[in-house]
């Protein structure tokens, strides 16, 4: 059974870090591709960032290139979301999804329907 399960987020002032985890369960990160979203109350759901399955290609969104990093451990079978200099607008509930296609353009990765698992969600608030 396919399972990711974020952790890592909690309430940070601006300026701070957190690092999220997504661990998985049930299938290797050579086989799929991981995106990062968020959503904020009232908001869609948003594509932050992505990974590729094959060559670890990585891809972000304009308004968190150059804080946020997107980065992999296989050996854990883990990927990680290092976000730095945290503004309030970062504030939502993140989630890691899963699909098996290679994801090596931004267009794909902040798509959510392109995706075929999910995680439960943690919640990141950064606020003083």
């Known amino acids: 059974q396919l399972q990711l399960v974020e952790s890592g987020g909690g309430l940070v002032q601006p300026g701070g870090s957190l690092r999220l985890s997504c661990a998985i369960s049930g299938f290797t990160l050579d086989d799929y591709s991981i995106g990062w979203f968020r959503q904020a109350p009232g908001k869609e759901r948003e594509g932050v960032s992505c990974?590729?399955?094959?060559?670890?290609?990585?891809n972000y969104i304009d308004s968190v290139k150059g804080r946020f990093t997107v980065s992999r451990d296989g050996t854990k079978n883990t990927v990680y979301l290092q976000m730095n200099s945290l503004k309030p607008e970062d504030t939502a509930i993140y989630y890691c999804?899963?699909?098996?296609?290679?994801?090596?353009?931004?267009?794909?990765?902040?798509?959510?329907?392109?995706?075929?698992?999910w995680g439960q969600g943690t919640q990141v608030t950064v606020s003083s």
């Open positions: 990974i590729n399955k094959s060559d670890g290609t990585t």
């Open positions: 999804a899963a699909v098996r296609m290679s994801l090596r353009q931004l267009r794909l990765c902040v798509k959510p329907h392109v995706f075929d698992y």
